[in-house]
């Protein structure tokens, strides 16, 4: 799939940006190196609105919720981490 093709995931907020990638068999940490190697984030910058990368995994078996972070785009070393 090239980069025009691809979907992005995002909900545009009158506080912020919100960008999604979901898992299923791998942690969210993939899901951040996904958004930020293919640029997801890149065609928000110029809103001024705060960007958050939120990640989801998913486990293939039970279909269950696993994992969940949520991190600012241009912070990635802190984040909040919660599970169900």
Request: charged share 20%; glycine share 10%; with cysteine.
């Amino acid at each position: 799939m090239t980069e025009s093709a691809a979907s992005v995931n995002a909900v545009c907020a009158p506080r912020g940006i919100y960008i999604f990638e979901l898992k299923v068999g791998d942690p969210v940490d993939k899901a951040f190196a996904q958004i930020r190697s293919k640029g997801y984030a890149d065609r928000y910058l110029a809103s001024g609105k705060p960007i958050w990368l939120i990640g989801l995994s998913f486990d293939p078996e039970s279909r269950k919720l696993i994992e969940c972070a949520a991190v600012p785009q241009n912070l990635g070393c802190h984040s909040f981490h919660g599970g169900p």
